[in-house]
């Protein structure tokens, strides 16, 4: 009964995404036509009357779209499934495999935090001053060199690598989506039918996709070799081609370099509340993707919790349930695109408001309703706002933060998240008193964050 029910749940996502994805595809293809259409036009108007300037600059940017996404979104997906493949087995990997203690663990995890706290003050600079490409290209690196060091049971090696991965996530975070949005801005694609708003909207739901099959596939690589390191090793796999791509297709872009329509904004002077817009982005960042790292930790023995009180004592298909989490972050992700692009029923800062009062009131009524598949319900909106809310945030950092300083702004802004997620490591407790805390704390958090985007950001 309980396998029937989060299977159900499963195939109504997997219907439901394969029917949004099909809609899109559609719509693209539709945009790509009447592109064509105007080019075709464009060309035989120019060569009737002798030119017309303005219409032949659009054949160039729609070619220029395309060959942006062929370059950008391989590389976004190899590095994306790179993380993916890591994030199941890393705590199974310390406790079980390497049997260290759980407080070695956890010192283990606020490392890699700790670093990527630090990092954040002077990665986006440098990489705003020597280059984004090169940046990407240093992540490849570090992140390989992370992935490595599980090989080893030396515990300073771990330590290492923990502290590179904690670097390695920054840049991630940081510098891939400061050279997309600068290189988006120098193609000068934003007269053309791909729009920032619906490639933000793409990333999550790519990134959904390849979190069910990067899962899978760890799953499969682990089962075959035995040990939990294959998804590492699989993980620099997936970087290598990444970097041949960066280094082979990519062109450089630098802060100072931007063509964005912005005035350069001093970077300190952004945080201390100068830019109330950029401060505001910054709260929102913490709050929001600090209770999404306390909701990942804490769904599963929630589950359990509601299992236990129905009087079940089946092991929960945490696969399936996994895999309809995504689903739902999928489906949040499209319908992002749609309500942007296709419909243009909000704008992006309603999008954003709306999503973190919902995602507050998903959580805060988990604490009130103790059912099993309410639980799980709530659950799925909690992943649905969350695939809503990353491309919410990325278009409004993309049109609020300069090209000039877009890496170091970046970085700086996942100080407050890092500092949030050692401090709740460092507090965290077992049994549900304590989860109904935190979630409730949490709530209350986004409630009012839900009012400071509301007065403070502006469309």
């Known amino acids: 009964m309980i396998m029937d029910f989060y299977q159900i749940n499963l195939v109504a996502f997997v219907l439901v995404n394969g029917s949004m994805v099909y809609r899109q595809y559609r719509h693209d293809k539709r945009a790509e036509l009447s592109e064509k259409i105007q080019e075709f036009d464009a060309e035989h108007h120019t060569a009737g009357d002798g030119g017309d300037t303005a219409e032949v600059e659009a054949v160039p940017a729609a070619s220029s779209a395309k060959q942006f996404t062929n370059i950008f979104f391989p590389v976004y997906i190899l590095v994306w499934g790179a993380d993916w493949l890591q994030g199941p087995f890393i705590y199974t990997l310390y406790k079980d495999e390497k ?9 283990l995890f606020t490392t890699g935090f700790l670093a990527g706290a630090i990092s954040a003050l002077f990665v986006g600079s440098l990489a705003d001053r020597f280059g984004r490409k090169n940046a990407c290209l240093a992540y490849c690196v570090i992140t390989s060199l992370s992935c490595l060091s599980v090989l080893s049971n030396n515990i300073s090696v771990l330590f290492a690598g923990r502290a590179l991965g904690g670097l ?61 390191c294959a998804p590492f090793v699989a993980s620099i796999c997936c970087l290598a081609p990444a970097s041949f791509i ?18 350069k904004k001093d970077p300190l002077k952004l945080l201390l509340g100068v830019d109330k817009q950029v401060l505001t982005l910054g709260l929102t960042s913490c709050c929001f993707e600090g209770s999404m790292y306390l909701f990942i930790f804490f769904w599963s023995p929630a589950l359990k919790s509601s299992h236990l009180l129905a009087h079940q004592h089946s092991a929960l298909p945490f696969g399936i349930i996994f895999a309809s989490f995504m689903g739902a972050m999928m489906l949040g992700s499209m319908l992002f695109t749609k309500i942007l692009t296709d419909k243009r029923w909000m ?46 945030m990325g278009y409004q950092k993309g049109k609020v933060v300069g090209d000039g300083e877009r890496a170091h702004i ?29 979630f409730m704390t949490c709530s209350g958090l986004l409630l009012i964050v839900g009012a400071v985007v509301g007065v403070f950001l502006h469309d």
Do not use: H
């Open 410 to 438: 970046y970085g700086l802004l996942r100080i407050p998240f890092n500092i949030f997620v050692v401090v709740a490591l460092s507090l965290t407790k077992e049994g549900d008193a304590y989860r109904e805390t935190i």
């Open 246 to 263: 960066i280094a082979r297709k990519w062109s450089e872009n630098f802060g100072e370099s931007g063509s964005a329509p912005k005035e």
């Open 347 to 392: 704008t992006c800062r309603e999008v954003l408001q709306t999503v973190v009062v919902l995602a507050s009131g998903s959580l805060l009524c988990t604490i009130f309703f103790r059912s099993e598949f309410v639980t799980f319900w709530l659950f799925c909106v909690f992943e649905l706002c969350v695939g809503m809310y990353f491309p919410a």
């Open 168 to 228: 390695g996530t920054t840049l991630m975070y940081t510098v891939f989506e400061a050279w997309m949005v600068t290189e988006y801005n120098q193609r000068g694609l934003e007269g053309t039918s791909l729009k920032l708003s619906s490639i933000f909207g793409r990333m999550i739901t790519l990134s959904s996709v390849v979190a069910v099959l990067a899962g899978l596939v760890g799953q499969v690589f682990v089962s075959w070799t035995g040990t939990n």
């Open 99 to 107: 049997e260290l203690p759980e407080e070695i663990v956890a010192r």
